[in-house]
């Protein structure tokens, strides 16, 4: 079936780049983009039949945010929680000591199977309505609930295709887990039999799903965090990675603690500790990337660690707006870039609006440099497309362009805060919210219109969350005393 989207302002693929095209067409076939560009130039490409027609009018047509780190079983009985704990150690050091190491574990050792299914359906939705096709979602292990059952990730992945999305799915395992002691300080406990079993079921679910419901489905390796996997795990994790072909993400450079934990451990830096280990490639993330050095300045990186981060291709996913709501900054995605090392974006927690990360990921970055001549919107819209579409090795997303995936996105254009339009780039990065989302697209089905998700009942959906949060929020208030 052919479906023609027409008379709005398009954001196209060209020449490398996105550019815009008033008045532009988008034709897709299928599940494919078979024709973008002016009317002229769609018109000879493919002629002008179509089955059906999209009005675009008061519409900017963008493709699809490819959101590569996010999680969705926790996410939302953490509000409240999380925004201003505290946000400092007692020897008065920042660290994430106060959400990392003592409140969130206390959240997810709250939530129990039910309550982790009914918030996944919530966010899912919120990732669809918001404008995010593609996402990478990354479970929890022992953390959440006790269980480590993988058939939890396996209720997840079936909902995210319910509600229409694109998902690399990405169970996490660990050697040990951490938590909270005694004078701020943070403890670490092995368990070698959990961890095993769920590292190979975690393998089990990635080789045996990947590639299902018509490939919307995909799967990747999640060690959890990088200090609570040993050298075995992290080299095992690349055995498997080469042998299957799946992608890799781990959560690394989130915190000082972190980073003196591996040079305590291992005598390296975490760079070094990822090299060492085999982890770096093009087909590996790193989830956060912003405690990479003792001072939390990407200038201080040695430049074998740059060599290293850079040659291997492989991706830091800036999770900007997680970090920034509680002081904390990376510094910075342009030092990255003037590096040469790929980054892309995601959401990590709430909201689940890659235009508010888009926005936050902008303004940092210029705060930090004291310069608004860095993180041009043009570049940060292309990291949330682009940037994780090239690092999940798929040049058929994140990009309007013939022979890509039919994942497109809908903005209202006709609003106040909208008009006049003279730059699209800047009103999607530094205006435009997830709430000027009127359609989206996802491999040519529509799963979002006029703002609502077909497949979710919003206002059961909000009701069942509400009603499973007071549970959640008992629990909580148990676990802190």
């Not at 290293?308 to 509680?326: E, F, G, Y």
């Not at 940092?364 to 940060?380: F, K, L, T």
């Amino acid at each position: 079936m052919k479906t023609r989207i027409e008379n709005g302002t398009v954001v196209l693929w060209r020449h490398g780049r996105h550019e815009v095209v008033e008045d532009g067409v988008v034709l897709m076939d299928g599940g494919s983009i078979a024709a973008v560009g002016t009317r002229a130039e769609v018109l000879e490409q493919a002629g002008a039949d179509a089955d059906a027609l999209i009005d675009a009018s008061g519409r900017l047509v963008i493709p699809g945010f490819v959101n590569t780190h996010l999680h969705v079983t926790d996410t939302p009985f953490t509000r409240g929680y999380l925004e201003e704990a505290t946000n400092l150690s007692v020897d008065a050091k920042e660290t994430n000591y106060g959400t990392l190491y003592r409140m969130l574990p206390a959240v997810r050792h709250a939530i129990d199977p039910e309550a982790q299914l009914i918030a996944a359906e919530c966010a899912l939705a919120e990732l669809a309505r918001t404008g995010s096709t593609t996402v990478v979602e990354l479970g929890y292990d022992y953390e959440v609930g006790g269980d480590g059952d993988i058939r939890i990730t396996e209720k997840i992945a079936e909902t995210a295709m319910r509600v229409g999305l694109r998902m690399y799915s990405g169970p996490r395992y660990r050697a040990m887990h951490y938590g909270h002691a005694p004078q701020g300080k943070v403890w670490y406990e092995h368990y070698p039999f959990e961890g095993r079993k769920r590292f190979r079921d975690c393998v089990d679910f990635c080789t045996s799903w990947d590639g299902r419901f018509d490939g919307r489905l995909r799967t990747l390796l999640a060690p959890g965090q990088i200090d609570t996997c040993d050298p075995d795990l992290l080299r095992e994790t690349r055995r498997v990675a080469n042998a299957h072909k799946l992608l890799i993400q781990v959560h690394a450079g989130q915190s000082p603690n972190e980073y003196q934990r591996i040079g305590a451990e291992y005598g390296m830096t975490t760079v070094e500790y990822m090299q060492h280990t085999g982890l770096l490639g093009p087909d590996m993330m790193i989830g956060h990337g912003q405690i990479m050095t003792a001072d939390g300045n990407l200038a201080s990186l040695k430049p074998d660690e740059v060599a290293a981060l850079r040659d291997s291709q492989t991706t830091v996913v800036h999770l900007p707006w997680v970090k920034a709501r509680r002081g904390g900054v990376i510094n910075s995605i342009h030092k990255y870039a003037g590096l040469g090392i790929r980054q892309s974006l995601g959401t990590d927690t709430f909201p689940f609006d890659m235009f508010n990360d888009m926005r936050m990921a902008a303004t940092v970055c210029r705060i930090v440099e004291h310069s608004a001549d860095v993180a041009q919107s043009r570049d940060i819209f292309t990291m949330a497309t682009v940037g994780g579409a090239d690092a999940l090795g798929r040049p058929d997303l994140g990009r309007l362009a013939a022979g890509c995936k039919a994942d497109v996105v809908l903005v209202r254009i006709d609003t106040f805060k909208a008009a006049p339009l003279y730059d699209p780039f800047k009103f999607l990065v530094l205006a435009a919210t997830g709430e000027d989302v009127d359609q989206v697209i996802v491999e040519g089905r529509t799963i979002v219109k006029g703002g609502e998700p077909l497949h979710v009942n919003r206002r059961e959906a909000v009701r069942r969350l509400n009603d499973a949060a007071h549970a959640v929020h008992r629990k909580i208030a148990q676990e802190l005393g």
